[in-house]
Nanobody
């Protein structure tokens, strides 16, 4: 049974911080590239950040560079997204996605966690 369970979302004021977690089970976590996506109301889902299997390489969309950090702990089967200096435009549902590095047709989505940045 494959599961990706996100947690850590909530309401935060502009300039604040949140750390999201995604706990994985039911597959070989270290064989999968991990990513965070987000989706604002009435907008398409967009890639926020990704990290390779051992954490040796990361990628971020331009709007979050310098503010967000993606990391993973393969011993805990968990990927994190540290979000600092949050802005209202960061508001949305954040989703965790796993993609098998050598078989990208094999992928899984979490259910999402809501992040709201508002004063």
């Amino acid at each position: 049974q494959v599961q990706l369970v996100e947690s850590g979302g909530g309401l935060v004021q502009p300039g604040g911080s949140l750390r999201l977690s995604c706990a994985a089970s039911g597959f070989t976590f270290s064989s999968y590239t991990m990513s965070w996506y987000r989706q604002a109301p009435d907008k398409e889902r967009e890639l926020v950040a990704s990290i390779t299997r051992t954490g040796g390489s990361t990628n971020y969309r331009d709007s979050v560079k310098g503010r967000f950090t993606i990391s993973r702990d393969n011993a805990k089967n968990t990927v994190y997204l540290q979000m600092n200096s949050l802005k209202p435009e960061d508001t949305g549902v954040y989703y965790c996605k796993s993609v098998q590095w050598n078989a990208p047709a094999n992928y899984y989505w979490g259910q999402g966690t809501q992040v709201t940045v508002s004063s």
